[in-house]
């Protein structure tokens, strides 16, 4: 059983009692006096802060009411006390934070990303010319891109796995700044495709698919990701998942093909990614109904989906702006080399192979998201960042921006897609994804109420990033 899943089971007993922080509570009633003074997760005054975050309105990730006139107190790496100003003091040696008119909330996740890319248009060439590159500047780069863009977090779904879990050690270690990545390391398929073999390993036979598991799992992986799962054998499929899981890891899956989710559902895949079914007008009857099945088993949890539908959504307007590759952000860390290859792939987007089948996909879109939310589906922010044109730490405010402006998600459950929902999918509630007493600060600001202009997750003010500035 998988970690999110072990984490599921008890979360209806343990909401009645720690589900909603100090911070929602406040903001609903006055704190009772005898609990004005300082609050901490012993219930006990807090002795010290390391930093005070003083005077914004907080969205703590949880769904509840905004507390307005918040105090966020952080010891080190942790958040030590959530309340308002006038009713939770600051320790002496704080270093006070005025977030007087912004508002406050956690750092976003970007829940599928690929850090061995950064925007080139042409996979093949790519693949050719980053190798070196990858740990030395590339992945640095994406994570860097993303942390400044508020975006704390980022689930890489399929990459070389030495480089990828070398940086993620660094940033770790602070001695790189990024964003924290969860990795999957290699694509698990049935065969690579050519000269893509330092990212995607091939499955040959069942006992195959739990030696190639085992050892992702010992490297130190967070997720197993499997595509083109299809072409495997059903018995190749459920040894990947059923080791996958008894090593407690979630399995993530493709599912651009109807069988690809119809496998998964029957194998016990836990999260799907893209909305998939290329041209078709929606999703097949038989996958529905499967799918309405599975979201009705409580007990196994939430069934997750990563739609990544902006880059699909928006790519036309992207195609006839003149200027969107122009904007320096795209390419920031990069090598100036890598920059000059990249803006030449990305001369015309209507050429890319990448995007060929996109405008026929376009009216189809709308039905698939609606039958994902209709059928029960737990949706995240994911946007499938440093595909073509699609650059880190950007892409994920526009993913959001889109889910509310063009496909009517409700802005809070839309943040909550990007906190706590995708900490919840990796069984890491406990530890991240919201603002709440005990949990690592990672905090971000703006300047605009994003429960009603969501566009101001564009413009993130100030980075906290494990109890540190980044921003």
Known sequence: MNSALRAWRPLAAVACLSSVSVAATSARRP??????????????AVQRATLALVGGTLIDGHGG???????????????????????????????????????????LWDMHVHVMLVGHGNYAHWD???????????????????????????????????????VRGKIERGELVGATIY??????????????????????????????????????????????????????IRAVVDEAHARKLPVVAHAHRPEEVRLGLEMGVDDFEH?????????????????????????????????????????????????????????QYLPTALVQDIRASLRRLDTLQYY????????????????????????LIGTDAGVPGNFHGYATAEEMVTWVRQYGMDPMETIRAATFWPAM???????????????????????????????TLRNVQMV???GKRVK
Not at 35 to 43: D, F, H, K
Not at 185 to 194: D, E, I, K
Not at 281 to 291: A, C, F, H, Q
């Open 31 to 44: 704190l009772p006096p005898h609990a004005r003074s300082t609050v901490s997760t012993a219930g006990q």
């Open 65 to 107: 009411t905004p507390l307005p006139n918040s105090v966020v107190l952080v010891d080190g790496s942790r958040i030590v006390a959530v309340g308002r100003v006038g009713q939770l003091a600051v320790p002496a040696g704080a270093t006070v934070i005025s977030t007087d008119g912004q508002y406050v909330l956690p750092g």
């Open 128 to 166: 050719s010319v980053s190798p070196p590159e990858w740990e030395r500047s590339i992945i640095p780069a994406a994570a860097k891109q993303s942390v400044m863009n508020g975006v704390t977090s980022i689930r890489d779904l399929g990459g070389p796995l030495e480089e990828i879990l070398s």
């Open 183 to 236: 990795t999957s390391g290699p694509f698990l398929q049935h065969a690579p495709y050519p000269g893509t073999e330092r990212f995607r390993w091939g499955i040959s036979s069942p006992a195959d698919a739990r030696a190639k598991v085992k050892k992702l799992a010992d490297a130190g992986v967070n997720v197993i990701k499997l595509i083109d799962q299809d072409q495997m054998t059903k018995d190749e």
């Open 275 to 331: 909305t998939g079914m290329q041209a078709s007008p929606g999703y097949p009857d038989d996958v529905l109904r499967t799918l309405h099945e599975r979201t009705a088993q409580g007990a196994k949890g939430p069934l997750w989906w990563t739609p990544t539908i902006d880059v699909l959504t928006n790519y036309t307007a992207r195609r006839d702006d003149d200027e969107y590759l122009d904007d320096p952000r795209w390419y």
């Open 356 to 379: 060929r089948l996109v405008p026929d996909r376009g009216p189809t879109l709308q039905t698939k998201f609606r039958q994902l939310r209709q059928s029960g589906a737990r949706l």
């Open 425 to 455: 999918s990796l069984g890491l509630q406990d530890k991240v994804g919201t603002v709440s007493v005990g949990k690592t600060a990672d905090i971000i600001t703006v300047r605009e109420n994003p429960l009603a202009t969501i566009e």
């Open 464 to 466: 906290i990033k494990n």
